[in-house]
């Protein structure tokens, strides 16, 4: 949510930033917004005029009593007594007036950074840069499922059973893969210096909604019946929510933590769910990054956050490269966001396995997570960036690391966590 001083002083701005999103539809929004503040200031206006009135009146009864003039302080009651009749609907159209502005401002798109490149969607993001070499082998890499399934480390007919498209069964060494790429990546982070936690795993409305705009919400999140609590997506949720209505100390700045959790997504859209794969599930594992910092520096921190996960990767002889998103492609709450995305030998592309956003205030300003400072009270800047999601991250795994005979290679960096393995053969 942005500031509404910025409609205030220079609301072509916002309108600028809302045609650079592709986002038409929303330029009345910032006229309605507005007009609106307009109207709540001229009734707040009015409601202080009165409460000054009242405060004058209800210090003259007193006197007017100790003076005997009984009837005239009556009057002067009831005189008070319609003043607060007056403010009560005053009042309860400035609450009105306000939830009309918040409607409205909480739908308009955060101001991109200068650096985003325009584009309407995704076909138009912008590499950055490559890091290791995509190599192709001259041996077939086979589908993911079936290197797994060749392991004995997948079983999808049961979870089909059990759960229906969407989730799985992990086995054997392809389990503890996974478990072992999930320890490591905790550990690479909290090497990096961030403090390790472990979030909730739900999450009520009002933080759902500080968190992410309303259309992702609708398209991700699945609601506990009959509760206000939500099943996170992402511990980026629960973890930016830790901080929500806290004035946070600037000698503790900046927060830097890393964050386990399962996550849970409906995957609404035109994607799907695979039925034979694991790439887009509904249920999976994550390993996150998330900042809490001075404004002056978001982008310090967004720029060494997405360089950690392409130093994770490259570790585990994965080459990755970076996707510049474009404007089109961001989330509302978004200024600036970069996918980092792994090679895969077998469909010869890229493939995306993380992202990193810096949200600037946005958040910040929703959940009232602040920092005094001289001149007052602030709002902080909130960013995250995905360390590792499993199962894509194994399946990049896979991938670069399979050998001609079938079997998989363990990369040193992993091979503590598998009890000293150095690779995984079929049984």
């Known amino acids: 949510m942005i500031d509404i001083n910025l409609i205030r002083k220079n609301k072509e701005l916002v309108k600028e930033n809302i045609r ?30 009165l409460r000054s009135k009242r405060n004058n009146l209800s210090g003259k009864i007193g006197t007017l009593m100790r003076e ?41 798109p955060n101001i991109i950074d200068d650096s985003v490149p325009i584009g309407k969607d995704d076909t138009e993001n912008v590499e950055n840069e490559k890091y290791g070499e995509p190599l192709v082998p001259e041996y ?19 979870s089909g059973r ?83 209505d806290q004035l946070l100390k600037k000698e503790n700045l900046p927060y830097t933590l890393t964050s386990y959790s399962p996550c849970f997504r409906k995957e609404v859209g035109s994607h799907g769910i695979e039925e034979r794969g694991v790439y887009r599930v509904h249920q999976f594992e994550k390993q996150e990054m998330v900042v809490i910092c001075e404004p002056e520096d978001s982008m310090d921190w967004y720029n060494k956050m997405w360089s950690y996960t392409v130093e994770f990767f490259r570790s585990l002889d994965i080459p990755v490269r970076t996707l510049e998103c474009c404007s089109g492609d961001l989330a509302d709450l978004k200024v600036k966001s970069c996918d980092v995305e792994a090679w895969s030998p077998r469909q010869q592309k890229y493939f995306e396995v993380g992202s990193c956003s810096t949200l600037g205030d946005a958040q910040a300003r929703r959940l009232g997570i602040r920092a005094k400072g001289e001149n007052g009270n602030y709002y902080l800047h909130t960013l995250n960036n995905t360390v590792l999601a ?25 091979q503590p966590y598998m009890g000293g393995k150095t690779k995984i053969e079929g049984k």
Do not use: W
């Open 20 to 49: 650079k999103k592709f986002q038409d539809e929303k330029l009345a929004l910032v006229d309605e917004v507005e007009k609106l503040d307009e109207d709540v200031r001229k009734v707040k206006l009015m409601g202080d005029e």
């Open 68 to 108: 005997g003039k009984k009837e005239e302080a009556e009057q002067t009651k009831k005189e008070v007594v319609e003043i607060n009749e007056k403010l009560t609907s005053i009042e309860e159209e400035e609450e009105k007036l306000n939830q009309e502005i918040k409607k409205r401002m909480m739908v308009i």
């Open 140 to 158: 077939e890499i086979p589908y993911h499922a079936d290197i797994m399934a060749s392991l004995h480390g997948i079983d999808k007919e049961a």
């Open 162 to 244: 059990t759960s229906g498209n969407g989730f799985y069964y992990l086995m054997g060494d392809i389990a503890r893969i996974h478990s072992a790429m999930i320890s490591y990546a905790r550990d690479f982070m909290i090497e990096k210096g961030f403090t390790y936690c472990i979030p909730p795993f739900m999450i009520r409305s009002d933080v759902v909604t500080g968190v992410m705009s309303f259309e992702e919400m609708d398209a991700m999140m699945y609601k506990i019946e009959g509760e206000d609590l939500f099943l996170i997506g992402t511990s980026e949720h629960s973890m930016i929510g830790k901080f929500k």
């Open 390 to 414: 499993t199962p894509r991250g194994l399946i990049a795994f896979l991938e670069n690391n399979y050998q001609e005979d079938g079997s998989i290679k363990i990369p040193k960096a992993l």
